[in-house]
Each structure stands twice: as C-alpha cells, then as structure tokens.
C-alpha cells in the first residue's frame, strides 16, 4: 500500500515527489523493522538466549536496504531535488531483485 500510495502522489504532483510518498515508505520500512525487533526480544523467556545460524542472509539484507536508503537519497535530494525523472525511475526498477 505504502508504494501504491507514492505512485498515486507522484502522478497527482506531475512526476514531482510530496511529503506524502517518500517519507511514508521510509516511516513504514524503520516502524516495521523497530516493531520486529522489539516483539522478537520481549518474546523470548527470560534467561533464554538464541543465536543465527547464518549471518551471510543478514548482511545481504543490510546491504540492500543501506542501498536503498541511499540511493533514494541521491535521486530525492542530491540528483534532482523533488523530482523523479524517467531514468531515475527506470534505473530504481533494475535494482529490484
């Protein structure tokens, strides 16, 4: 939804970034990252530890979304201040996985 609801800004805005899109999918992605960590510490019993198994996951995890974050920074305030440009757009689809 929170995509869906940039798309429908951008298109509103004439291809120009709102208040409304960008910071509604970062606010989502750092609540839904917050709200995960927190349920899955409080949700152990007390004393009780775990560990991962495999960090090689995490890392690509953390690499993608430090990618993202930054790049979306570049296009948003540094490249283009308030404005997506077709290639801009184009160019965030290839990264997709």
Do not use: H
């Amino acid at each position: 939804p929170e995509i869906l609801l940039s798309v429908i800004e951008l298109f509103g805005n004439n291809m120009y970034a709102g208040e409304l899109g960008p910071s509604t999918i970062v606010g989502s992605a750092a609540f839904n990252l917050m709200v995960i960590i927190a349920v899955c510490i409080s949700s152990l019993p007390p004393g009780e530890t775990r560990k991962i198994k495999d960090l090689g996951v995490f890392a690509v995890t953390a690499t993608a979304s430090l990618f993202a974050y930054m790049w979306m920074l570049v296009i948003l305030v540094w490249n283009t201040p308030d404005l997506i440009d077709i290639w801009e757009g184009a160019l965030t689809f290839v990264f997709f996985p």
